[in-house]
């Protein structure tokens, strides 16, 4: 009697714990889509890195990274609308353009789907909110610093860029144009700008193009990290390392050597991995209303704190960090 009872109870134990089984259905994933503006870019897999963190953490969230082959905001249209037929949550993007993104991205958000630029911006009406790495003003003027300290503050400068349209680059470059009015840098003429599209080997035979068509050329900004690689594997093959400098934002991963044979001296970048988490977790803030847009909202980036919402929708971590010799081996183990 006493072992029957025992064998009931556990026969119902069992049954329960079946039935909760059944009931405790696996909870839906949150699907946040990291679209960057190219795929084969170290500091997007860097930031797809932070995503990936970010989603661990937070639990029950699946990261979909993809980009076009070449930045374009064509590819990118065409990534959003199978995006939006998937039905994801959220949309974390690097725009390639500020208003080309602009429409598909409103269709997304009057799916219900949540859109973050992150890095390079959408324009206002195209996103939830922008998450920037920095201030624009600190990214141009440290940059303008950098090139007109190996300058000696005097001679012939050239910006090799990443692509035409890039929102954020284009507004580094404005920033870099307006520093160098002031009477410090008098000294300086910036004689090209051109467009290496984050791609190596055109960024490289630009780089090639500025080194041959410029004999004077005391320095380059790559405001990119495809151009500065570029730009400092060409200075090196022309024989121009001394002579020419580079400098920009770079990878300390992908910039050590430069570093060490000389074509580069000083360059900074933020911590993509930082950027790539805080975009993630600000887009999963908005994919449970936890966060609201509007100017003044504050929005949480988990590990990082939290951001507050300009009157445009923006927000902005930390200050660049500057790279050199002296510690660029030991930042390239991270990224
Ligand atoms: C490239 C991309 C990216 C930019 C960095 C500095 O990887 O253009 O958008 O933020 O450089």
Known sequence: ??????????????????????????????????????????????????????????????????????????????????????????????????????????????????????????????????????NAMLIGEKQIQMAAAEMNGKGELAILSASSQATNQNLWIGVM???????????????????????????????????????????????????????????ADENLVGKVFVTGLGLPSEMAGHVKSGAVREFAIWNPIDLGYAATFAAHEFVTGKAGAGAGAHVSVGRLGSVTLDANGEAALGPPFTYNAGNVEKFAKLF
């Open 1 to 134: 009697m006493k072992i029957k009872q025992l064998l009931l109870a556990a026969a119902a134990v069992g049954a329960l714990a079946g039935l909760a089984g059944c009931s405790e259905e696996k909870p839906e994933q949150t699907r946040i889509a990291l679209v960057v503006k190219s795929l084969g870019n170290g500091f997007f897999d860097a930031a797809h890195q932070g995503a990936r963190e970010a989603a661990s953490q937070i639990g029950g969230v699946e990261i979909i990274y993809t980009g076009p082959t070449t930045p374009s905001a064509e590819g990118q249209i065409e990534i959003v609308n199978a995006l939006i037929s998937q039905k994801v949550d959220a949309i974390v993007i690097s725009a390639n353009d500020p208003d080309a993104l602009v429409p598909i991205a409103k269709k997304a958000m009057s799916r219900g789907i949540k859109v973050i630029s992150f890095d390079s911006a959408i324009g206002p009406g195209g996103r939830q909110m922008q998450l920037n790495p920095s």
């Open 177 to 235: 144009k307006q520093t160098l009015q002031r009477p410090e840098y008098a000294g300086i003429k910036l004689v090209a700008t051109v467009y290496g599209d984050d791609q190596s080997d055109k960024s490289y035979r630009e780089a090639i193009g500025l080194l041959r068509s410029h004999p004077n050329l005391k320095a380059i900004i790559a405001p990119t990290t495809v151009g500065i690689v570029a730009a400092s594997k060409a200075v």
